[in-house]
């Protein structure tokens, strides 16, 4: 940071704010309800990847709600064995 304060004196660091605007202040509580949903959708969104990517479930065309929902619930449940195979292959 000292090279770039030589050569930019007047450049600004957004590495570290912890709040939008000059003036607002920092609420923890906010702060950790932002850490716990980001917690979450961590965890959420990995299986969905694995949905999207593994199982190509991206688009589905209407065949039927019967035929769709079938189709949602076996993807659910192949991704669920395919997140805990570790697990289960250990207990195995």
């Known amino acids: 940071t000292a090279v770039i304060r030589e050569c ?3 450049a600004r660091d ?11 202040i920092v609420d923890e509580v906010a702060w950790a ?3 716990t949903k980001s917690k979450v959708r961590a965890k959420v969104e990995h299986v969905f990847q694995v949905m999207k990517l ?10 039927g ?8 619930f076996v993807t659910c449940a192949l991704v669920n064995l395919f ?6 292959l250990a207990v195995a």
């Open 14 to 24: 957004f590495t570290q704010r912890r709040c939008r605007y000059k003036g607002q």
């Open 8 to 10: 930019a004196p007047r």
């Open 83 to 88: 997140v805990s195979r570790r697990k289960l």
């Open 54 to 63: 593994k199982f190509g479930f991206v688009k589905v065309r209407y065949r």
């Open 65 to 72: 709600l019967k035929k769709n929902a079938h189709r949602l």
């Open 33 to 35: 309800k932002n850490r």
